[in-house]
């Protein structure tokens, strides 16, 4: 090699060196927080752990002991609920905005959606203190029906990215089958596109579990177990909310028990996701 | 189709993208049991006129036709007829291999029996065997049929395609440049399959493959500009074509 040429490949080799650090050091700083949150959840959390806290209820003031039972149970039926609201119109307003183009409002909706996440999440609990809490007073449907909303445009928005990668061709192979259009839609194109839909569904789930404002503001105070829809449940990212700044030491534990559960339940349904995108059929 | 020597008959057929007239006064006999090919440079009109033959045209937002297309002598454009069941009865194999997404092989062949209404498994174990076996897969995969029909390779995949088309047993098959998209060996197998259908079926093939046309076809038509030129026996056009056009096509001197 001229000398020229040398000193332009040691310039490169240089600098890719230096990027390659920057790039390693840049992913350590981001790694730092995720791994310190979850190192203080599990030392804090874990030796308060067992199975007496996971199916106890909230205890009083002055009360030893109690647990989050409650709490687990009220927050997986709030999901539960949220779900049932906000799954089936964030999917079938997928399909609408992906199948039927020729419909004449999808621009609209298409719009509305994007505003509509682009929302600060309190801003959609108030909303639902208008129009539920005020009507049937602070309950798990106010609060589970402000989690549906929050739903609704990622799973819309997932399940029409989804049913557009599955190529014209695919549907046109159906038609040419005799299979009619809407068993086309529901047994083919669907299928095709069920991991990203599902990946959708769980991803709003898991962005829902941890929400904590617009619970704040709908839910309301509740200690006992569930005990209707028009009632509040007891919730886990209200716990910590609750029990963190409660001057008691027994309930400052259990917001880090509820703070490691949460953490799980958060986890598993992302364990559930990647088990989900690694399906056989590709 | 009794007392039709043809399986279709196109007449004075036009078909429109929008505004935009891009298949004009069609007339052609399409014979049973024999393979007919549709050459001509790219552009000019074979894939809309083969999917004029099984209301795929109409599909796509804008699409029109005029004339008729008379299929075992009845005209599927009349008003009566459900384009559905008319591509029940003719079965079409695209350009690109199009297995279904997430479905296994099994089911890529059975699927089109499922949603038509067959339950019962033996049947479908019957069908899925005959058409993997028709379509010269059968060997191949009969093994492992739930894996994906997506693993597949190139050439397997169309040959899934044939075989997912022939198991709802239609009358006539209409293939697309079913090979441009694989390579010289998965090409022959197609071809020899070809020569296969055609003592069952009437099978239409496009191609701008002129060897292709050649080898495998018994009835060639030549389109150009959205018109068709000439058509007859592939012999015949090959080595005595008529028109002074065609002749320029297949000596290679344009498109
Ligand atoms: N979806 C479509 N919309 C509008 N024009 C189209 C469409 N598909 C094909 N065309 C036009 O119709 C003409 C015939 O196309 P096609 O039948 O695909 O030709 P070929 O298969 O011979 O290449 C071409 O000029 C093409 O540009
Ligand atoms: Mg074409």
């Given at each position: ?32 927080p995720?791994?310190s ?30 647990g ?9 039926i ?22 039927y ?23 959609i ?8 809490v ?71 789930i898991?962005?829902?579990a ?21 009632k ?48 056989k059929?590709? | ?19 935009r ?153 209409l293939?697309?440049e ?15 399959l ?46 005595n ?10 000596t290679?001197?344009?498109g």
């Open positions: 090699m001229r000398g020229s040429e040398m000193y332009h490949y040691r310039m490169r080799r240089l600098v890719d060196d230096l990027m390659r650090v920057l790039v390693w050091l840049a992913l350590v700083v981001a790694l730092i995720l791994f949150i979850l190192g203080e959840v599990f030392s804090k959390g874990v030796p308060h752990l067992n199975v007496d806290v996971l199916i106890s209820p909230m205890p009083t003031v002055g009360e030893q002991g109690g989050i039972g409650n709490a687990i149970q009220g927050t997986l709030t999901i539960f609920l949220a779900s049932i609201m906000g799954v089936p119109l964030g999917v079938l307003s997928g399909i609408l905005l992906s199948e183009g020729e419909f004449k409002l999808s621009s609209a909706v298409r719009f509305f959606n994007d505003v509509l996440s682009g929302f600060p999440s309190i801003v609990g108030i909303f639902s203190y208008t129009v539920i005020t009507s049937i007073g602070f309950s798990v449907m106010a609060a589970a029906f402000a989690l549906a909303i929050i739903m609704v445009p990622i799973i819309t928005r997932t399940t029409e990215e989804a049913l557009k990668i599955v190529p014209l061709t695919v549907r046109e192979a159906a038609l040419a089958l005799g299979i009619p259009r809407w068993k086309t839609l529901i047994y083919i194109v669907i299928r095709g596109a069920k991991r990203g839909i599902v990946t959708g569904i769980l991803l709003a898991a962005r829902v941890g929400e904590s404002a617009p619970i704040l503001i709908t839910m309301g105070y509740w200690r006992w177990w569930f005990s209707g829809l028009n509040p449940v007891a919730n886990l990212a209200l716990n910590i909310y609750l029990f963190a700044i409660s001057p008691f030491d027994n309930w400052r534990n259990l917001a880090w028990v509820s703070a490691l559960t949460l953490t799980a339940m958060i986890l598993i349904i992302n364990v559930f996701l990647r088990i989900f995108t690694k399906e059929y590709i | 189709m009794m007392g039709h020597p043809y399986k279709f008959e196109v007449e004075k057929l036009d078909a429109y993208f929008g505004a007239k891009v298949l004009s006064n069609i007339n052609m006999k399409i014979r049973d049991k024999a393979v007919t090919a549709i050459i001509g440079p790219s552009g000019c009109g074979k894939t809309t006129l083969l999917r004029c033959l099984n209301r795929m045209h109409e599909i796509i937002p804008g699409a029109r036709v005029h004339g008729k297309v008379l299929f075992n002598g009845v005209n599927i454009y009349d008003d009566e007829i459900d384009p559905v069941t008319i591509r029940r009865k003719i079965g079409m194999v695209f350009q690109k291999p199009n297995p279904f997404p997430m479905m296994s092989i099994y089911d890529n062949v059975a699927i089109g029996l499922k949603l038509n209404g067959v339950r019962e498994r033996k049947k479908l174990d019957s069908a899925v065997e005959r058409a993997l076996k028709m379509a010269n897969l059968w060997d191949e995969v009969k093994n492992d049929l739930q894996r994906s029909g997506a693993s597949l390779s190139g050439g397997q995949q169309q040959r899934l395609c044939i075989a997912r088309a022939l198991a709802v047993e239609p009358e006539a098959i293939m697309d079913p090979c441009s998209a694989l390579d010289p060996i998965a090409t022959e197998k197609i071809e020899s070809i020569r296969n259908l055609a003592e069952e079926y009437a099978v239409i093939i496009v191609t701008h493959n002129m060897q292709q046309a050649a080898r495998v076809s018994d009835f060639t038509a030549f389109l150009y500009l959205g018109e068709l030129i000439e058509y007859g026996s592939t012999r015949e056009l090959f080595e074509p008529k028109n002074p056009l065609t002749e320029k096509y297949i290679g001197r344009f």
